[in-house]
């Protein structure tokens, strides 16, 4: 299938790189459900999303028609600081695993965030700029997102607040203090800075904190003081659109070489890399014109996809946010303690769970200790440290290649390597020590959250 | 001087990155001085080296005339993993800065030791496994060498024996994982497991070691354990051959785009960045082909180059290594506690130290509050959170661009960005905290050392 003598690594050139975001909703037959008002359960309307978000995101999120969005300039200046990431052809693996399988992987932690938070972060900042505001306020868990959106309101001179869980504000110091050298103002969540943190700590003393406790906090600052907005770094469908820049350039350099890929794979938290990557191969299957395989890879301690119900839920702990119907475990679900921050959230990328729900789409779910282990294999061959969020997708990735090393099939597989694992060293350390553990819920343990899910007519 | 159209980063294809090392000492009239047998004063020959070093790193530790070496077939594969790195163009910093000149970094931190010194690691390792070897050992600071060294040890299947200075290990926990995670075996030096190591502890109970001990350690472990040879990230002929592909690309990059640089500047610890960076550019300077001004940048803390003496001097504590002439605080100096690990060393390459003696090329020294102060602005317009080390390069790459705002001088800049700082957080956390001091060590001071450097005739 693919012609010969492909790089090691494949970087575009400024030339070939996109100018417009693909949204993936404009070739859905069936849309992804609207954001609803928690109170009236009636669809949120554009005015009621600019008390919380950025006019021209809001218009983003609501628009499932217009297929291309042109890039500003101001945000293709940023990309091109960290951008074209580069579509790395895994031979060293390859050779490892002896599979007769073609692996690539499209790698976006080459940049200070660590990650590919910051193709959105640019994106949000701007248009809060755009619009005269004087700051944005987000939540971050595992410190990728907060560190991408500091990086970008230090480009534009944007005042940056972040809540950060506080577990990881006490275990992550030195996340923390990128932020910093990047100007942001951040805050251990639960705070005393805001009624719904006051409430929780009043409630909880000694909690240490959650996602959707920081999401509360940051959208109740938000709306609370004059000239801020609240951004999201995931599951929204505005974030997964400006990730398809992930997408496209993977697909790009791809058709650069005459490659077609069997499977693409991904690690799913919120759905924001998992979106961006498959995007415009998705498009190409909704429309007919192509077929592939979509793996999603979630972790077995917080299987959203695999063992969630698709349903209307709550985003937030404090229940300030819309509802959004998705693949969800109860935004009450505290998955154990696992070492893949970005992929404990309760709940599911919209226009995802849709696709998975119309079988666009498979997911499978994986155990920490044999992500680890991939995670390892990986950086030794390799020679990249990965996070062990994408390391899930690593995980998943081998899989099929020692499936292809049995079968004899030559598949090409694509993965998605989100970020690195700089600041994950403490898992890593658990890891080789043999102390990290495996914690799968029970049913019973699922059910008792998902029957506490919120009734929509 | 530049043509239109140079995009923020210049990557290489594969096919024109270099195929060989070229070496600076082919076209120096006045060669660097030969190591000398600590015990005899005599030139150390190849038989004697190379019960410490590696036979074919030896030969090319000597040889002094031929041009250029073949990189071998497997180290450029694995140089293909991480490179071609990007020469960037620093549009945000050029216009941040308002400066007329147009300023490029090479960019060598995009890989996982986070820094170039896997250019050498790699290369190192090669030659210990093609010599039939069981492994290495090696010492490091402030833990890039030694994490570049693990990587290539696990990609070439070599024991990996590293001694880290005490304090380092201690304090930067994460560097140490990222070395076990490729199954180094990381040692805290001084240490009970070699003779100079206990010597010392007796001494010095207490200390937190320092560089040239664990060099000794690591030099005694390598001639006391068959099969295995020491290795070395700095300051030798071998390694500024191997850090020359960071030039020869840079070159390549500029030549593309008819850029010609005026000022090249690097930061110098033990000088195997900037030997690496400027040696085809000095090349052409030596042969009388161009002219470039090249400027190495070193710590107020520890200034060899700008306050030294050049003069034959220990490159370890122990004194079981060979004598080199160098310029150098002596072997004694401890510099006081900053935070640039990588710039801490006594001496500086004989390579440097005879071009600098002879001419070709500037040094100054910087404190480092300024530092710091060049670094977080570099971190928030061009996004990338550099090391320490490489924050003296950005600190002395601005002076010469508001040098040109004020005189109108449109000159071309190039530095070499060695590295990352994301292991550095403590320091750029004392530097938000105005606890980061400037110390400058007095004349009387630098005597004092200088005044002990062994006696050559």
Redesign the interface.
């Known amino acids: 299938m693919s012609v010969k003598n492909i ?3 494949i ?1 575009l ?2 030339s070939e790189m996109p100018k417009a975001w693909y949204n993936l909703r404009s070739d859905m037959k069936n849309k992804p459900a609207p954001l609803l008002n928690p109170g009236t359960h009636k669809p949120m309307r554009a005015e009621e999303l600019e008390q919380v978000f950025c006019s021209e995101l809001v218009k983003q999120e609501l628009d499932n028609d217009t297929r291309y969005f042109s890039i500003p300039g101001e945000i293709l ?2 990309y ?3 951008r074209p990431s580069p579509l ?1 052809r895994a ?2 693996l390859e050779k490892y695993l002896d599979t007769p399988a073609e692996i690539y992987y499209k790698f976006e932690g ?3 965030s ?1 990650s590919h938070k910051l193709n959105s972060a640019i994106a949000q900042a701007y248009y809060a700029k755009k619009q005269g505001l004087k700051g944005v306020t987000t939540e971050t868990g595992a410190g990728q997102w907060g560190t991408a959106l500091s ?1 970008a309101c ?2 534009f001179g944007l005042d940056c607040k972040v809540f950060m869980v506080k577990v990881s504000y006490e275990q992550k ?2 996340r923390r ?2 932020m ?4 942001a103002d951040v805050t251990p969540s639960p705070s005393e800075t805001t009624n719904v943190g006051r409430k929780i700590l009043a409630e909880h003393p000694g909690t240490t904190g959650s996602l959707g406790c920081a999401i509360s906090e940051a959208v109740e600052t938000a709306v609370s003081n004059e000239g801020y907005r609240y951004v999201l770094g995931s599951v929204l469908n505005q974030v997964l659109l400006h990730q398809s820049v992930i997408g496209l350039e993977t697909k790009t350099a791809l058709d650069k070489y005459g490659i077609k890929p069997d499977i693409i794979i991904g690690c799913a938290g919120g759905g924001s890399n998992l979106g961006g990557l498959i995007a415009p191969f998705m498009g190409e299957k909704l429309r007919g014109e192509a077929d592939y395989r979509f793996i999603a890879v979630e972790p077995a301690s917080c299987p959203s996809l695999t063992r969630g119900v698709y349903a209307y839920d709550f985003c937030d702990t404090g229940m300030v946010c819309p509802l959004a119907k998705m693949y969800t475990l109860g935004s009450d679900f505290i998955p154990a303690p696992n070492h893949a921050g970005g992929l404990r959230y309760h709940g599911m990328s919209s226009i995802l769970s849709q696709l998975y729900d119309d079988g666009y789409m498979e997911a499978v779910s994986v155990p920490q200790t044999a992500v680890f282990e991939a995670a ?1 294999q990986f ?7 990965p996070a062990p969020e994408s390391s899930h997708a690593i995980r998943a990735a081998i899989n099929e290649a020692v499936r292809c090393r049995e079968t004899g099939e030559k598949k090409t597989i694509v993965f998605g390597l989100t970020g ?1 694992g ?2 994950d ?2 898992a ?2 658990k890891y ?1 020590d043999g102390k990290m553990d495996d914690y799968i819920p029970s049913d019973e343990e699922l059910k008792k959250y998902i029957a506490k899910l919120p009734k929509i007519d």
Chains 1, 2 share one sequence.
């Open positions: 790089p090691y690594k970087y050139d400024e200046d940023y091109h600081t960290f790395c031979y060293n080459n940049n200070t660590g990086m230090a480009y110091p030195f203090e990128v910093k050298v990047y100007g390892e950086a030794r061959v390799e020679g990249i440290l690195t700089y600041f060293m403490v890593y350390e080789h």
